[in-house]
């Protein structure tokens, strides 16, 4: 248990060049590495990325990117989920939660007492509200090296904010990861 002032919310997506998401028909095939090789870039161990992902302490996600996570191979293994819905969903596993209702209070009083790394990992319908809404801390995107040139977009209308730059990371198969934290002022 960790105190609601430590908590952050990380916004993870992974984009195309130019900006989507998802093809039209939902398909996320493009996310795959292409192999090329980007010599100054760095590559990563199945453990490292099983060590990362232990720390991430829930994942939020809305209705469509859960249904199609099931579809696809759920990725998140044991970690708690709590998924977004106002329909009457339901799930066998005991990791999974179902939340109807404002968001805000979601955040205030679900995850932030519970948990301390809180992942939002789409799609871009609740992403964009918990954007509205002020209560993204990071934006983490992995850009892939793919123009789609039509599909879902990541971000929609939204008010004007400013994020400031946290970290980049280039990755030896193209893939570029940038961190960027809610500028305060
Ligand atoms: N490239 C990536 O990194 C990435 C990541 C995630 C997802 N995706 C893709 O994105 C697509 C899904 O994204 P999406 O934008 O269509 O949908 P989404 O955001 O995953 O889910 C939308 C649903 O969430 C629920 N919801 C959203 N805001 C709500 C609120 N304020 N209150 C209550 N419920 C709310 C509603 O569920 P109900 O309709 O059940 O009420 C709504 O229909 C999929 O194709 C997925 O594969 C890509």
Redo the contacts with the bound molecule.
Sequence with gaps: MTSAFEKKITLH???SLDGF??RKD?S?SW?ESPGSIYEAGVSISEEEIASFLKTIDCYV?????YE?SLELGWPYGDAPVVV????K?SSTKKNIEFY??D?KSLVDLKLAPRYRNIWL???????Q?FLELGLVDEIRLTIAPVLLGDG?RLFGPLTEKRWNLKNVVPHKNGFVELVYSAATA
Excluded: E, Q, Y
């Design positions: 997506m992974v984009s998401i998802a939902n996320v996310m996600l809305g209705s469509r990117t199609h977004i819905t106002g329909r969903l109807s209702g968001l990992v789409g799609g871009a319908m609740l992403c509200r879902l």
